[in-house]
Structure formats: C-alpha cells, structure tokens
C-alpha cells in the first residue's frame, strides 16, 4: 500500500503539512493501524494525535499522520518515506509489535528517534534509537498470573493469536506460571479468523481452572464468546490489548466478568487518591471525552499520549542544547533526552528512562479491572 498523507484524521489544533516543512519547525510522523485487522488500536492513537499541542517551546509542531494497513511491509515504506522525503524529527507508533519491529531497524539504521506505542523489544542491541511506552508483556501478565493464583487456581488454558502477540504472551504466561499454574492448553488462531470453535473445544477439555485470551482489539472477544457459549464456567483473562469500547461492543454480554490487567488510565476516576498517575489520568479522560465524547477512552489512547509526553520532554531537553530540528544533531538530542527523561508521571504509567532502559514502565502503576455491566470497573 502506497503511503499517503491523512490530514482529516487529525483534527485542526494538529497542523498537517503535504509539503516539507520550513526548517524551524519540528516535525514528528505518525504511524498507525488506521485500516486491516489492528484498526481499532490505530484508530485510539488517532485519538490522542488529535490533541497534541501545535508548539513545544515556541517552535511550531507538525504531525504527518500515516496508515501501516496494519502490515509490517506498509509499515516500513511509510518510515523510509517520513525520514527520506518528509525530514521528520522523530516517529511515533505504531500500534504492533510485528509493524513496529520492522520499523524499528529502520529507525535505528537512520539514528531517527522512536517512541513505540506497541511493546516491542528495546534491550541490548535492540535499544539504539528506539524507546516505547507500553508495558512490557512479562508485567502485565505477571498481575493476571498473581490473580489466578490468589483465587485458587491451579491450572490454566490458553487461546492467543498465531502471531508475535500471541506468542510474545504465551512466553509471559509460561514465565510467569513457572511454580505456580500449570498450562494444560494451548491453542491459537488468526486475528481475521471466523470462528474458534475447534480451539475451545480442545482448551476445554483439557478442564482448566482459569483461561488467559492472549489476544487484543476486537478479535479477542471470539474466544471467551465461545467459551460462554460452550458452558465454559470459569474465569477469563484478558489481555490489556483489548481496552477499547468496541472491544466492550463486540462482546457484548459474553465478556462480562473477564478480567485484564491495564494502564490506570482506563479507570482514572474510579483510582485512589495515592495512585500517582490519578490526577494526570483524571485530566486527560476529561480532556479526551470532551473531544471524542463519552467512554472514547483507552489505554491505547493513553499510551500515545504518554508517547508524546516523553517525546516532547526530549524536544525541550533538545531546544536547551541550542541545536536545529531538522539535523542529525537534533535527532541526537532528541534520544539523549528520551533517557534522561528522570522520572515522568503519565496518565498511562509512571515512567523512568536511561541509557540501559528505554522502557522504563513502573509495574506499580497496573491495576486489574474487570467488564461490569459492559463498563470498566476497577478490581485492584
């Protein structure tokens, strides 16, 4: 798919540009899953682009907004096409582990800064330029398997996508079982797949106590749609890959009772007081709704807030060094300032990066909620 520039999916407050801009200003490209099988989280990141301020510290902001078609090979044409032809400064997204590794080495080879929205490896050799802001997979299904465990579980199944999500969180839940749960089942299915009834048949008879869905967007909801449907009685986790309201639409009253570890955002009103996101939480909920009305929210929404909010932390860092968007030298300062961010509370999660860490997600900022009455309710 031949990348093209999207400027009605951004809002005015964003300025869009089709031509090169001048070279005061910064610019920063955008990609996401706006259209294929990841669309409903592309279309959470559009969200949050919509709101984006169109300065940093005096300097105008431009936004190229581009769709992957939620396919790696789109994904890396559209990153060769913002830092060849469009100069950007930074990238942000995209939505996919799959997409957002291929764009990775792309950025890295170009020393173009990245602020992933999809948890994809940024250790070792993988660092470079590349940073993200979603929780690694190990911390949120570390919460899930503390769960199961605490409610008596002794043994679980699992129904996960037949891609590198799925498999990212098959290894979370092996890792983190170890000693604790035994997974009895383990089957998977493809995100454009119609049905998944031989795949529960063979989870339930396997006769687990608990099931964990390792899937995310809307897709996710088939499984436990047919669990329920097959008189499956026990409970089902989810992922934190399906916190969006057509996830909620989808499943309808199959999903009630699932449970899924999640970014505080989802539930930022109904946090405790010392919950350190709240207040930042609270205010872009508010934000957020105003613009896109009632229960727009999601934590994919807030994980490119939070994205943005590293990323223009690094451009005030950068300004403060007296070096010119639009240079390598710019690029530079923009990845040095991505670690030495200090500590940056977001409305997502709380953040800390270094040079050895360019994720940086504090696990004390995840909280478990379950789908009550087809709403979010926070469990703890």
């Known amino acids: 798919m031949k990348p093209t520039l999207t400027p009605r999916i951004v809002l005015p407050v964003v300025a869009l540009m089709a031509a090169t801009p001048a070279l005061a200003d910064i610019t920063v490209g955008v990609i996401a899953s706006l259209t294929g099988p990841a669309a409903a989280l592309g279309a959470e990141t559009k969200k949050a ?19 992957d078609a939620t396919d790696p090979t789109s994904a890396v044409k559209n990153v060769r096409k913002l830092i060849s032809e469009d100069k950007v400064d930074a990238i942000l997204g995209p939505n996919l582990i799959s997409t957002a590794t291929a764009m990775a080495d792309v950025a890295n080879a170009e020393k173009t800064p990245m602020v992933s929205v999809a948890p994809l490896e940024v250790s070792g050799d993988k660092r470079g330029f590349v940073f993200r802001s979603e929780p690694s997979a190990d911390l949120m299904v570390n919460r899930v398997v503390a769960d199961m465990v605490a409610g008596g579980a002794k043994t679980v199944g699992f129904i996960g996508f037949s891609d590198s999500w799925g498999e990212l969180l098959l290894k979370a839940l092996t890792k983190a079982s170890e000693g604790k749960l035994t997974i009895v089942a383990s089957e998977r299915y493809g995100r454009a797949d119609p049905s998944v009834q031989a795949q529960v048949l063979k989870v339930m008879a396997a006769k687990p106590d608990v099931v964990f869905v390792g899937a995310s967007g809307t897709p996710a909801a088939m499984p436990q749609i047919t669990l329920r449907e097959r008189g499956y009685k026990g ?15 989808v499943g309808g009253k199959a999903i009630e009772g699932a449970l899924i570890p999640v970014g ?25 709704e105003t613009k896109h009305g009632p229960d727009s929210r999601s934590t994919f929404a807030g994980a490119s807030w939070d994205a943005w909010l590293l990323l223009q932390n690094a451009i005030v860092s950068a300004q403060k060094a007296k070096v010119k968007s639009g240079t390598p030298e ?43 009455n087809n709403r979010w309710k926070l469990v703890k």
Do not use: W
């Open 49 to 67: 682009v919509a709101l984006f301020p169109t300065s940093v510290g005096g300097e105008k902001v431009n936004f190229i907004v581009l769709d």
């Open 235 to 249: 409970k089902v986790y989810q992922s934190h890959g399906v916190t969006s309201k057509e996830f909620l639409r």
């Open 264 to 288: 505080p955002v989802l539930v930022a009103e109904q946090l405790p007081d010392s919950h350190p996101t709240k207040k930042a939480s609270v205010a872009f909920v508010k934000e957020l």
């Open 330 to 372: 710019f690029r530079a300062a923009l990845r040095n300032g991505l670690e030495k961010n200090g500590r940056l509370v977001g409305v997502n999660g709380v953040y800390t990066m270094s040079a050895a860490d360019h994720a940086g997600y504090d696990a004390s900022a995840i909280v478990l909620i379950k789908v009550e």
